[in-house]
């Protein structure tokens, strides 16, 4: 079912950030959205492109780089989709950190401090956070894959119920739609929407860049090639547009609650006054990233590394491979601000994945004719 694929993949706290980000960096809601519609519908293209391949002849994406870079060439395009499937796994580690030292601030008295003063522009404990929820998805890769697929079939559907209650929440404190529908953006001409608009956008299709590459791992399993193009048409710019508009609305919402544009849910969480609604927020959405984080994000990359280096590296040797860059890409540099989110992480790898995807597409419908 590409529909459940898509909302299963799209329904997580990166892409809430992400649209909440270009409010952040001075969109209004209507110019976020567009945005992000259209970044979709664009990226659309290569990924219906490579996805063709996988349902015609049951390959997954590994076996189709090689008709493009060959055997040992293929392994290029295979590391470079991994290590940046190590920068996601370090970008939701450290969202998940966030969540649980939110959760451990409301439970345990004076933890923001229980440590002494922190470094780098964080508490000690919140450092302590990133590390254990860190730890806990190596445990996991080690110990627990049956645990994770007991929980990941539930995790996108929590973080949507979640990200509606949300909804519910910012439209009632701002005295419904109107007032968030109304916030205006920063930029008063067209000369100055561009410099954002363009490399905004261009950071919306490099956000599913990866899937752009590895469809095909999904689109084996298909039917039939119409199976997976209505699917996909139907549920990538739909499911992406609507998550993504709850989070424009909810952020819009936040410059009227609390005088600024709050882009982070678990910051934006954090400032809730019932303990117990933080708490068990923060612990469902500890479990949700986690179920996450694994599935999308250490599976891929760690299958990578081992089957590039198979006498050295075993998958769970590539999981905790994947963990270690995760750390070395330094994710609270990356998610600091709405800026290092879109314009450095995003856009910054876009490019590399977009050629390779290119390669692959120009090889397999111009050269190939389509055969393989």
Sequence with gaps: NYAALWVSMAHCIPTYML???????????????ITILLGNLIVLVPILLNSHPGTKYGIPFPVFARAAYGTLGSNVPALM???????????????????????????VPGWATLLGPGFAGHAATEWLSFLLFWGLNIFIIYRGMNLLRAVENWAAPFVLIMTGALL??????????????????????????????VPSLTAMIGYWATLSLNMPDFTRFGRSQREQIVGQIVALPTTMSVFAGMGVLITSAT?????????????????????VVVAISMFTAVVATLAVNIAANVVSPANDFANAFPRAISFKTGGLITGLLGIVI???KLLAD???????????????LGSIAGVLIADYWIVRKRQL
């Design 19 to 33: 649209a909440s980000g270009l409010l952040a960096a001075g969109m209004n809601w209507w110019q976020a959205l």
């Design 81 to 107: 989709r991994a290590l940046v499937a190590c920068g996601w796994f370090g970008i939701q580690a450290w969202i998940g950190g966030e969540a649980l030292h939110t959760m451990f601030m409301t439970v």
């Design 168 to 197: 519910w929440w910012a439209v009632s404190r701002a005295h419904g739609f109107g007032p968030l529908l109304a916030q205006p953006g920063k930029f008063r001409t067209l000369g100055e929407f561009l410099p954002v608009f």
């Design 255 to 275: 410059v009227i609650i609390y005088g600024e544009a709050i882009w982070d849910p678990i910051h934006l969480v954090s400032r809730f006054s019932s303990p």
């Design 330 to 332: 330094q994710p609270w």
């Design 338 to 352: 709405p800026g290092g989110y879109i314009f450095t992480w995003l856009l910054g790898y876009s490019g590399g």
